[in-house]
């Protein structure tokens, strides 16, 4: 049996492999670590996207709509410090697409769009980036979030990649309930301490349909 393989494409694989090893995470050992596709998942708009979380998350469907899966790491005992990550793929129309492939669109006018409805307190970074070879943005905030009378302080860091009439998103977000200055000092020394499980998560976001 013969295999079919794109000299282009086998080109790029090799390059983007190359990449991603440079960018691993040593923190977790390789079995520490467990992979997620999203292939014939019915929200991830007929692509098959990887990713890597901790094996001692609890992963989980989503419940709301373009949520393809949850992972939630265990909750810590005091003011509920806890983190999940979260992979998200929003379909596209033809002008949305446009307008976030549009070389004039940044991270700036994207932040603007996605925070209309959040209390942000302090944007941490943003950035507009290229992963595997796609336009995309990257930010962290912290922000005020309310639901049903309850008011809690959570970090949201996000990777954006727009590919194939999709936007995908791989979310990091750290909370808590201590509203005071010391928890918001507490809560990002809590973030600042688990990113490197952020940056692996977002570092293995993988677009197997390019290589196929």
């Known amino acids: 049996m013969s295999i079919k393989v794109n ?29 997620f596709s999203t292939k014939n998942h019915a929200k991830s ?7 890597r979380y901790p094996s001692n998350y609890t992963a989980k469907e989503g419940k709301r709509p373009h949520v393809v899966q949850l992972f939630s790491a265990p909750m810590g005992p005091i003011h509920n410090y806890g983190n999940n990550l979260i992979l998200l793929v929003f379909p596209l129309d ?25 209390n942000v307190i302090q944007v941490i970074y943003k950035k507009d980036i290229n992963h595997e070879n ?17 008011t809690k ?19 990091c977000g750290s909370i ?24 692996e998560f977002f570092n293995s976001l993988t677009l197997l349909d390019q290589y196929q």
């Open 45 to 51: 708009n007929g692509l098959n996207i990887t990713v």
């Open 7 to 35: 000299p282009g494409n086998f080109v790029l694989m090799l390059f983007l492999l190359f990449v991603v090893s440079l960018f691993q995470i040593n923190s977790l050992n390789a079995e520490d670590w467990t992979t």
């Open 134 to 150: 796609q336009k995309g943005f990257m930010f962290a905030v912290l922000v005020t979030l309310e639901r049903a009378g309850d």
């Open 153 to 171: 302080i959570g970090i949201i860091e996000s990777l954006y990649v727009i590919y194939n009439n999709s936007l995908i998103q791989a979310q």
């Open 94 to 118: 033809h002008n949305g697409y446009q307008l976030l492939m549009s070389p004039s669109f940044t991270v700036d006018n994207f932040m603007e769009i996605v925070f209309q409805e959040f």
């Open 176 to 199: 808590t309930d201590d509203l005071s200055e010391l928890g918001i000092e507490n809560l990002k020394s809590y973030h600042q301490n688990n990113s490197y499980i952020y940056k």
